[in-house]
């Protein structure tokens, strides 16, 4: 019995989870079902898109991974069934699986058949229940894929800046995303780094270093080191770079040499 995944906006105050919970569990009731996460901020799908990419390579391959922050549920955005590197996903087709795309050598995506969803759930503003978790359940259960989807899909593009190197040699960087903590998370990466000295400005502080872990400067301070997620951080030890050093999503970061 394959281990779903369920990434969602619902919070935990609703039953909203707990709904999709008990849709699997009725369809495939030996499923293992685990919650990935439940806080992203509503509909911020580049968010839901962020969380995804941290975790779905890391579950063993047949895991069905259910993410479902969508903002345009019940219009007529696609349903995705999709598979990359043995896993497959259940998503609404509005960029959320941006990066498990870009991530993945061999990502395909499906469009759900119009008429996969629970008995009864007729609900347009519910497919977290109705359509995504009783898909996951017939999956769950030992369904084909190939018997859900109606054929193959192109995803909705959502862009992830990259960094620009500007005619001055300066790359020009941003921050891409802003974790609970406030460390904002840059779209650059430490080999990004010129071999001689170097500057990093970001928000109101600027860098001249990476360290390796937030102990490695005083209470308070601001810190540069490489993430887990492999790109640069920006944190501030026992406080929040969002909020000290003004760092939110699309915030610039510059690069530069010093000569």
Not at 229 to 256: F, H, K, N, W, Y
Request: aromatic share 6%; with cysteine.
């Amino acid at each position: 019995m394959s281990a779903v995944t369920l990434l969602t906006d619902f919070g935990d105050r609703d039953g909203y989870v707990a709904a999709m919970k008990g849709v699997i569990a009725s369809l495939a009731p030996g499923a293992a079902i685990h919650d990935a996460a439940h806080g992203v901020p509503p509909g911020d799908v580049r968010a839901a898109a962020w969380a995804l990419s941290q975790y779905w390579r890391l579950w063993p391959e047949g895991t069905i991974h259910v993410a479902v922050v969508d903002p345009g549920v019940g219009t007529a955005r696609a349903a995705l069934l999709a598979r990359a590197e043995g896993r497959l996903f259940l998503s609404p087709d509005n960029g959320l699986l941006a990066l498990v795309a870009a991530e993945s050598r061999d990502f395909a995506a499906f469009a759900l058949r119009a008429d996969v969803r629970r008995p009864g759930g007729d609900s347009a503003t519910f497919h977290g229940r109705d359509v995504f978790a009783y898909a996951a359940g017939l999956l769950a259960a030992a369904g084909s894929p190939e018997a859900l989807v109606a054929g193959p899909a192109a995803p909705v593009a959502v862009p992830w800046a990259g960094p620009v190197r500007a005619a001055d040699g300066s790359l020009h960087g941003e921050v891409i995303h802003v974790d609970r903590f406030g460390n904002a998370i840059a779209n650059l990466r430490p080999c990004d780094l010129p071999a001689g000295a170097w500057r990093l400005a970001a928000g109101r502080a600027e860098f001249g270093r990476l360290d390796r872990t937030y102990g490695d400067v005083p209470s308070g301070a601001p810190v540069a080191y490489a993430g887990s997620s492999g790109r640069i951080e920006i944190a501030v030890r026992g406080g929040s770079a969002q909020m000290e050093l003004d760092l939110r999503r699309g915030t610039p970061i510059i690069l530069r040499s010093i000569l």
